[in-house]
Structures are given as structure tokens and as C-alpha cells.
């Protein structure tokens, strides 16, 4: 997989779609962030692809 993926990102709707297929979930305030696992480290970044190991390290640590 290459790094960064893309992050979903919420998106205020009217009304929310119906039928089969759907996911939904509450938007809080804060950072949307992707943890990714390579063969030597954990990455945790947003949705601008800006690293946030170094603010997070101990969400990197729990992925470890």
C-alpha cells in the first residue's frame, strides 16, 4: 500500500442516504488520523498527509 492513503472525510448531508451499504458515524471535533503499520515502524498521519508520530507517540506505541 502506498502512504498516505486517502482519509474519509465528513461531508454535512440534509438527509441521510438510504438502502443497503451504509455506514454512518458522529463527526466530533478534532483530527481525522490513519494509523498505517510498515515492516519497521507505526505511521500516524492526517488527512493532509502531515505526520503526527511525534505528537501521538503513544497511539504509535499501542499500534506497535
Do not use: N, Q
Not at 443497503?20 to 510498515?38: I, L
Request: a positive charge; glycine letters at 8%; hydrophobic letters at 45%.
Amino acid at each position: 500500500m502506498d502512504l498516505p492513503v486517502d482519509v474519509a472525510l465528513a461531508k454535512a448531508v440534509p438527509v441521510l442516504p438510504a438502502g443497503s451499504g451504509w455506514w454512518y458515524e458522529p463527526k466530533f471535533d478534532g483530527h481525522r488520523t490513519v494509523m498505517a503499520r510498515t515492516a519497521e515502524t507505526v505511521v500516524l498521519y492526517a488527512c493532509s498527509g502531515r505526520i503526527f508520530r511525534p505528537w501521538w507517540r503513544d497511539l504509535a506505541r499501542a499500534g506497535e
